[in-house]
């Protein structure tokens, strides 16, 4: 595929996502320490009572139907690995309760769902992957956590992750980005906004929101205040991963195509910025969660199972 839009958009709408069986899942509900809820899919297939069972974060309005969470479903069962995809508030189907949604930078949420699925599997080893905004806020947590984020999980990853917030966020808003991605993404985010104002009348403002045209405005009408930030500038400044990578003490993985339409370049991290715990990858293709291989008669369609076998071998050899 030509291009960081290309293999972002084939990867996500054409390429096949699994070499075996789709995957059928097991939906738990679980309960938030402040009372609200999240909905959490097993994989159904058989793996040891010892393997290491891997977690996958989604990104920004993802869910375990996206297709690395299905790619990544296939890879945990060619490999005997236990497999969940956690759902971030609002994204399994169902709205949530409490006057919040998710965002970015939610590192408590990602701690005590971690912390769960370590106490209720205490003979696997437990991996971590986080995609897009979900290894954003993985990476924010093992920075914040540092020494004790050892004691839960064995190695993680995080895949096409804007790990500075401000310049995804920027570049997410502009041209053809703007027309297409950002688009999409509000054509979610804004119903369930409202659903959210149903729900606690008067925590924002309906016809400002109405308004919003890119994700800027939506975080500074909603994803901000919501979440305890002042306005969009401070929500992508303080919950971006980017500043506390040198603080993570456990093995992580950073990969990042230069050619990703959502994440600059000039925005990726350095060897200095990321610290003798995490491995950059950053290569030259990939688009944003695409990375589409080759794949039947003419190459076509293709699939999108090379990039959670590299990035699960990765993490296997960490265990």
Known sequence: MPGGNAQTIWAARVARRSFGAAPRWRRSRWSTPDGDFIDVDEACHASASNAPLLVLFHGLEG???SQYAVAFADFAAAHGLAYAVPHFRGCSGEINHAPRAYHSGDFDEIDWILRRFALEHPGR?????GVSLGGNALMRWAGETEQSAGRTVQAIAAVSSPLDLAAG???IGRGFNRMVYTRMFMGTMVPKALQKLEQHPGLFQREALLGARDLYEFDNLFTAPLHGFRDTLDYWTRASAKP???RI???ALA????NDPFVPVSSLPTLQDAGS???LWQPAHGGHVGFP???GPFGVPGHVRGMPEAVGHWLLAHL
Do not use: D, F, I
């Open 63 to 65: 869910s375990s139907a």
């Open 125 to 129: 080893p437990l991996l971590a992957v």
């Open 169 to 171: 966020g920027y570049a």
């Open 244 to 246: 506390v990578l040198h």
């Open 249 to 251: 003490r456990v093995p």
């Open 255 to 258: 990969l990042n195509a230069r």
């Open 277 to 279: 715990h995490v491995t």
């Open 293 to 295: 291989v080759s794949h």
